[in-house]
């Protein structure tokens, strides 16, 4: 397991984790089809990862969300060692979170607010962006 010092890690990353409100989202999005994706309702669970082109954002198995860019460490959650068998989980709300297998959150993202469908992607150029592609407001059953 790699180690992950917080000197490496760089702001960008969460600079560009905001929530763009973008009404056409990349109509493609599925679950299954590709692996820089990740959909509100399905967590990505320890030794999980999300890779595009030299990007890997990987759950690791010692709680450390990570950014790499050609095995190179550019950003991480800083949560290493705060629990086991954690997973990142995108709410239908935008917020990401890292929750422990005891359901403790350790991170969260702070891009939450009104409920929708998320979609978070990683770009080609790293960037990690989440898209709400349909929202739905005060919605009454
Ligand atoms: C991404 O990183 C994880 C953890 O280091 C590794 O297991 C996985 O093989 C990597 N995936 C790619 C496509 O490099
Ligand atoms: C973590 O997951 C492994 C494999 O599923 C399981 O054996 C272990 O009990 C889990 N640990 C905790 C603390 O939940």
Known sequence: MK??????AKSS???????LLV????A??????????LISGYPLNAGG????GKYNFTMQHDCNLVMYESEVVIWSSQTGGKGSNCSL?????????ISTAAGIIVWRSGTGGEFGHF????QSNGDV???VRHSVVHRHL
């Open 13 to 19: 990353i969460l600079l560009s984790l905001a929530v």
């Open 89 to 97: 989980v995108l709410q239908n709300n935008g917020e990401l979170f």
């Open 129 to 131: 962006v989440v898209y």
């Open 3 to 8: 180690n992950t010092p917080s000197s490496t």
């Open 23 to 26: 009404l056409n989202a990349p």
């Open 49 to 52: 990862s999300l890779v595009q």
């Open 28 to 37: 493609s999005c599925s679950s299954d089809s590709f692996n820089n994706v």
């Open 119 to 122: 979609v978070l992607v990683i």
